[in-house]
């Protein structure tokens, strides 16, 4: 059963937003095996000392540990610190109950919380989503302890005749309900702990794939943002960890293995020097596509440990450098100030592609990835397709990203036939899943 709540503690830990790998998990279960599970603290010191990687995350871990924990510490400490449901009856007011009963009803309020910790660690609390669920589970929770048997004595008593009987079923019935109060507020709290980690996931689900318009809806989106990022950012440097030590040189290990009798002892790697790419980004930040480059802004600034010198352009009614705004101020107030420095009605592409290489033309070389991100509705103004021509030429590779479905990328005033011939790739981009998807297949190109 210890494995069993481990894995549930586990679990609850991950729903708190504490990040642990399955491998983290397992030296925990260890490192329990080989500690102990008392004293308490030097439990929770262990469990500590094996899931937690950083300052930030103990407080979140500490305050799990003991919402998870609180009903193990019942058997350590003194009986009357647990005196809230009242006094219990006596072991005399017990007699003539079945014996299951008569049991249960003799137990004072230590005895109690201890047979309701002991039952409530046989159950799985894990499952529970909805907030419904707390009262099936504290249900199952009561008749586990055996309160079936008192029930039964409630009935009969309150089917005799004699009234010592039915003031006996009433007191049952009283002490019964003060019982009932102990399993709801441990089945509560194990809903705040589980279900609170179905419910993060159910809110994170939506929020990925929700168009970029509506998540202005979602308190927790800006969190979120930052913990794809990290993901994502993590991946990449497994990935390019991985591939650090590159491809075997057969030719040196030849020559080295002579000196052991033909035996490659000495294995040798040719090292493939990577030059330092540049990312230019352009975000159209009008009114029908700035939610989208919000978003971009925000995701791409939060990777800056694995991607390369991002440099960042905006425009709408005027066309302007922001890699500033992203150097001074958090990623989010950068956003903000740079919307109402640059937004505006007109959007014309033409004239931004045409001061885009004006500006940048002569450092645009093959190590140079070029991000668009906007509708290409030009209020029908000349495309200037020919300066995008002339990045495309220059430029490792060209990207495109439109918040709208591709059935409408050549509707009314959109133009993206013009512009499609010079991007390497032309993707949709309207939720966080788009964008992830799109920065993770930036990662492995860059």
Known sequence: MADRRLHEFVRALRGAGVRVSPTEAEEAFRAAALIGYHPRDQFRETLALTLVKSQQERP???????????????????????DEAGEP???QEGQGLS???????????GQLEQTLARNAGEMDFTDMQVITQQGLYARRLLMNMGMGAVDDEILRLDASP??????????????????????????????NLHGRAHGRALREHTMRAAPFRDLREFKQVQTLVRRMARRLASLHQRRQKKAKRGTLDARRTLASSLRYNAVPVQLHWRQKRRLKSKVLVICDVSSSVRDAARFLLQFLYAMTDVLPRVRSFAFAARFDEVTDDFDRYPPDV??????????????????????????CGSEIDRHTTVIILGDARN??????????????????????????????????????ARYQPYCRAARRCASLNDLSRFTDYLLKSV
């Open 60 to 82: 979140d871990f500490d305050a799990c540990f003991e919402a998870f924990f609180q009903f193990e510490s019942a058997e350590d400490e003194d009986a009357g610190d647990h």
């Open 334 to 359: 950068a956003v903000g100030r740079i919307l109402d420095r640059v937004s505006g009605s007109g959007t014309d592409y033409g004239t931004m592609f045409e001061e885009f290489v004006a500006l």
């Open 89 to 91: 009856l006596s072991p």
């Open 99 to 109: 014996e299951q009963a008569a049991e249960l009803v003799a137990q004072d309020a």
């Open 379 to 416: 209020n029908d103004l000349p495309a200037g397709e020919q300066h995008l021509a002339e990045v495309s030429r220059r430029a490792k590779q060209v990207f495109w990203l439109n918040p709208e479905p591709p059935p409408r990328w050549n509707s009314g005033d959109a133009i993206m």
């Open 162 to 191: 004699r009234g010592a009987d039915q003031r006996r079923a009433g007191e049952l019935r009283e002490w019964r309900q003060q019982v009932r109060e102990l399993a709801v507020r441990h089945v509560r709290r194990q809903f």
